[in-house]
């Protein structure tokens, strides 16, 4: 589920690491998940799409979290940065993917699934939290100069296949 999150969310690693249950906010009309210290501590929101909420109330039916989304062994601490990295390793191997990389490939993957779709730079820029549209642009190189996204396509029915993997 950790996987899937930062898939659909965009998260950095620590960010989902250090998810509580209380910064998913499903209201109908602000859907978001809530990203309360990102990097260099600033706040930021992200997208929540509603098969990921769907998934996540899944979740958390059957392993009733407390505090923290994704935790530890014990339950009781946020799920530690290195569990989460064996964890995506661990499913790269199940699903025989040899390329090297750890989770942040997830963050990148969401960005370029989003420019794919005809999302804005600006946009993604801050769904990502970057304070630079720099750093952000440098996900330009990585979508094919054939790609030319349907006109009817929604950017956010990319990430809506998650619960078909």
């Known amino acids: 589920m950790l996987l ?3 898939y659909a969310t965009g ?4 960010e989902a690491c250090a998810l509580k249950v209380s910064d998913i906010d499903s209201h109908r009309d602000r859907m978001c998940v809530r990203v309360d210290c990102g990097k260099g501590g600033k706040g930021r929101y992200t997208l ?3 098969s990921l909420l769907e998934l996540l109330r899944c979740y958390v039916r ?4 407390s505090t923290w989304l994704f935790t530890d062994n014990s339950a009781q601490q946020p799920m530690y940065i290195d569990m989460a ?3 995506y390793r661990g499913a790269c191997a199940r699903a025989g993917i040899t390329k090297t990389g ?8 969401f960005a370029t699934h989003l420019l794919e779709g005809g999302v804005d730079l600006y946009t993604i820029q801050k769904l990502l939290g970057h304070s630079h549209i720099s750093t952000t642009g440098r996900y330009l190189h990585l979508i094919s100069p054939q790609f030319r996204p349907s006109k009817q396509l929604d950017p956010l029915d990319l990430l ?3 619960n078909d993997c």
């Open 62 to 65: 059957c392993e009733r979290p």
């Open 11 to 14: 998260l950095r690693v620590s």
């Open 85 to 87: 990295q064996r964890a």
């Open 102 to 109: 750890g989770v942040h490939t997830l963050r990148h993957c």
């Open 4 to 6: 899937q999150t930062i």
């Open 160 to 162: 809506a296949g998650l």
């Open 48 to 50: 929540l799409s509603s």
